[in-house]
């Protein structure tokens, strides 16, 4: 479930599927150094442990954040085998699209694909 700011996920155990329910919460920061970023802080538990990782994403990688989130589910927990922690296109889409708006950024910008492969 989607609101702006926040995405909640919740997935029942069952054949094929794994327990978890994942807050994934954000909100643009402005670095001196680096400029705007979105910090994250996704808190949670996945087969009934419990976690809680905070990263940050400059404004040019931010729209990696469902590739670095689930990394980290899988740091915890969450199988491979199953796909992205964000499996839900409608809940993507929507958060994507409220960063984009909050970052003021437009299709087509530059990214910095080395700090993209390195996860800056």
Known sequence: ???PGHLHLVNLPGLGTQGLDIHLYYEVRSDSEKGPLV???M???IEGRNF???FELRRDTAFNFASVATRLAAKHGLHPQLGPVVRNHRDY???FE???EKLS???GEPVDLDRLLRGD
């Open 1 to 3: 479930m989607f609101e």
């Open 39 to 41: 910090h994250f802080r």
């Open 98 to 100: 409220d960063i984009r």
């Open 43 to 45: 808190t949670g538990e």
């Open 93 to 95: 889409d929507a958060m």
């Open 105 to 107: 950024a437009h299709p």
């Open 52 to 54: 809680e990782e905070e």
